[in-house]
Nanobody, 128 residues
Framework: EVQFVESGGGLVQVGGSLRLSCAASGFTFEPYAIGWFRQAPGKEREGVGCMSFSDGTIYVADSVKGRFTIASDNAENILYLQMSSLKSDDSGDYFC?????????????????????WGQGTEVTVSS
């Protein structure tokens, strides 16, 4: 059974940093892509970034570019989301998921519709 578990969320002040982890079991990242998404209360799920394990491309949404980075530990099947210079708008539940199809290119058009096997999420609260 494929399972993703997100962790690392918490309460942080504006300007602070957090590192989220996405651990996969029953699944090998390559050659799929893994995406990070977030959802604030009352808002739609938003794509934060995506890493392709087939061609190595990484895409990070404009709203977090320069503040968030994505990295991986392939041996441990863990994807990280390093978040810095956090803003109150970054608050929400953060999720990771794998693409439905392999050899997925991560570009600005990446969509949650292309992903499956969602984790339960980890909550991030940025306080001012």
């Amino acid at each position: 059974e494929v399972q993703f578990v997100e962790s690392g969320g918490g309460l942080v002040q504006v300007g602070g940093s957090l590192r989220l982890s996405c651990a996969a079991s029953g699944f090998t990242f390559e050659p799929y892509a893994i995406g990070w998404f977030r959802q604030a209360p009352g808002k739609e799920r938003e794509g934060v970034g995506c890493m392709s394990f087939s061609d190595g491309t990484i895409y990070v949404a404009d709203s977090v570019k320069g503040r968030f980075t994505i990295a991986s530990d392939n041996a441990e099947n863990i994807l990280y989301l390093q978040m810095s210079s956090l803003k109150s708008d970054d608050s929400g539940d953060y999720f990771c998921a794998a693409t439905r199809r392999p050899y997925y290119q991560c570009t600005r058009t990446f969509s949650s519709r292309d992903f499956r096997s969602w984790g339960q999420g980890t909550e991030v609260t940025v306080s001012s």
